[in-house]
């Protein structure tokens, strides 16, 4: 399934999955970098933890013998936790499960969203395409 007028989004991280909940939820450090904040101030770093929701996807409840598949699925794709990674997300607000909408862009370029799509761990799911905004 393909959506037509994404959103646009500047929020990109260097991160590194840390936790797989579920086919569609993550745990992610994120590292927020500054190198050049004028005046002379020198560059800053902080990594947190938050929780991910992997945007315009949907993978089968974790109780079920599919969601479980799925969970093995997207473990198999990051490889070994910590996984490094980018995350892009459309907006700053967590939802009410305190998840952050988001893309999960591998080393390889591999879209985390796309491939469970693409490998029949999860389907396409809202106005959010399966790829990040570029």
Known sequence: ?????????????????SRVV???????????INNDLGFGISAFQTI?????????????????QAGANAKVHIESLLGP?????????????????GRYLAWITLPDG???????????FAVALGPHPTAPPS
């Open 110 to 120: 591999t879209v985390v969203n796309q491939q469970m799509v693409t490998d029949g």
């Open 48 to 64: 947190t933890f938050k929780r991910m929701r992997l945007a315009g996807i949907d993978s089968p409840e974790p109780k079920t």
């Open 22 to 32: 579920d086919g569609d939820t993550v745990g992610a450090e994120l590292t927020l």
């Open 1 to 17: 399934m393909t959506f037509l007028g994404g959103p646009q989004s500047d929020y990109a991280y260097p991160a590194f999955v």
């Open 81 to 97: 936790l910590p996984a490094k990674c980018v995350i892009t997300t459309v907006k700053d607000r967590a939802d009410g499960h």
